[in-house]
């Protein structure tokens, strides 16, 4: 049986979280204060999968100079977080994203949905902003324990034959 608006308030409720909730699109508005800003998060319902989204993320770089680096930061983290992704919408903002299907939903999908996308907001917040608007930021967190930040050309140093 697949999760109904009943049950995604439930779960909100059960989570103490403030929302606001729109009926006709099935669409709920909450949000939090992380450490490093402030994330309004939509969740969005269809049939087959529940939606958590922070969108923008992070606006589109001003400087095209940042965007080959970002892109390729976001594409690093994609591979090492769970159960979230990082992408990039039709206008260039970085969008935050977890996707779980309806499914069999129960509270402690719902309850690491939002504990996911909360943990991976507040923790790469700060790193995403800089590499959107300075070229020549270098990530204070590595992707994974004793990888290198991003190199100067948005590289890893190694030359390609």
Not at 81 to 95: H, L, P, Q, R, T
Request: glycine residues 6%.
């Amino acid at each position: 049986m697949a999760a109904s608006t009943d049950t995604v308030h439930q779960y909100f409720d059960n989570y103490g979280w403030q929302y606001e909730f729109d009926p006709t699109t099935t669409t709920w508005r909450t949000g939090f204060r992380g450490d490093t800003s402030n994330f309004n998060i939509i969740v969005h319902l269809t049939e087959n999968w529940l939606f958590f989204a922070l969108n923008p993320f992070v606006n589109c770089p001003k400087d095209p100079a940042c965007t080959p680096r970002l892109h390729h930061h976001l594409l690093r983290l994609n591979h090492v977080v769970n159960m979230a992704k990082f992408s990039v919408d039709e206008e260039g903002d970085v969008v935050l994203t977890v996707e779980l299907p309806t499914e069999s939903l129960d509270y402690s999908d719902f309850a690491d949905g939002l504990n996911a996308l909360s943990y991976y907001a507040d923790t790469y917040y700060l790193d995403i902003l800089n590499l959107a608007q300075n070229p020549d930021y270098e990530p204070t967190l590595p992707v994974e324990d004793g990888d290198p930040p991003v190199g100067d050309n948005g590289d890893r140093g190694l030359e390609m034959n």
